[in-house]
């Protein structure tokens, strides 16, 4: 019998100035986790120029993003004058939960490693805009490095042992009691 491939696709918007390269140890973890694993496929994008222009331009174009089953959306999480929220590019640019692809994360899992983008004001219309199945993603401000274990291990758990989302999550969340920030689910 056949496995279905698993496919995570992860986007890096972290300055390098920042030297908070949560794609390294994704990338490491997931070197591990894929050695005789051909039911793993996982792809990186950093984005080191262009920031929301590029990320503009990626989404657009449907094939950078549909073969994926998990997209992995790193970066900061900013907060208006007017309490909106949203993904932080390194250009300054902002990114609203109307800027991602309409209905265009249908059947995917979305993670949101940047701070705050779990509040509900924001996952409401990210949900509703891009249709995601599921998202996870943190409440508070969160430490870099609390979020790349965190993320870390929920992809070990999804990928490696083929858990589903909900039951991963759950399995992460207590395994690693985040110090800083809270992790939330929703569906």
Known sequence: MTKKVRRLLIIEEIPKSEKKNESLILEELSSMIMHNKSNID??????????????????????NYRPYHYIHLSGHGAEDDHGNFYFSTHD???VSPFDFPKGGFKGKTITLSSCELGKKKFIKDFMEHTCADSVVAPVLEIE???????FAYYYYLV?????????????????????SGRMDFFS
């Open 42 to 63: 996982i792809e990186i994008v950093t984005i080191d120029r262009g920031g929301k222009r590029y990320l503009d331009k990626f989404f657009k174009k449907e094939d």
């Open 159 to 179: 990928l490696k042992k083929e858990l589903p989302v909900t039951r991963a999550y759950n399995a992460a969340k207590n395994y690693l009691k985040v110090n």
């Open 144 to 150: 870099f490095e609390d979020a790349a274990l965190w």
């Open 92 to 94: 300054k640019g902002y």
